[in-house]
């Protein structure tokens, strides 16, 4: 069984920065698209960013500019760096592998909070 463990998340001011990392338990082999989704309450869960196996990124308008997301192979892991934070970015984040099969793996989620 493999799991997504999620870390990195947190309290942060308006107009600070956080890194949130997400690695595997053990190799995923295939994988196609890493991502990180996030739900704020009362929300959907919306996609923020992802990264295909060639390494092209397609970012939601609301981050666009403000985050970036990378990706080790050789670690099975998925970053997002995100700046300038508002409070609106709340939410949980979560990460997602998906094997190009199209089996999806998710994490448990880490909570970022953006608040004064």
């Known amino acids: 069984q493999v799991h997504l463990v999620e870390s990195g998340g947190g309290l942060v001011q308006p107009g600070g920065s956080l890194r949130l990392s997400c690695a595997a338990s053990?190799?995923?082999?295939?994988?196609?698209?890493m991502a990180w989704f996030r739900q704020a309450p009362g929300k959907q869960r919306e996609l923020v960013a992802r990264?295909?196996?060639?390494?092209?990124?397609n970012y939601s308008g609301a981050v666009k500019g403000r985050f970036t997301i990378s990706r080790d192979n050789a670690k099975n892991s998925v970053y997002l760096q995100m700046n300038s934070l508002k409070p609106e970015d709340t939410a949980v984040y979560y990460c997602?592998?998906?094997?190009?099969?199209?089996?999806?793996?998710w994490g448990q989620g880490t909570q970022v909070t953006v608040s004064s």
């Open positions: 053990r190799s995923i082999f295939s994988i196609n698209n």
């Open positions: 997602n592998v998906v094997q190009t099969s199209g089996y999806a793996y």
């Open positions: 990264i295909n196996s060639g390494g092209s990124t």
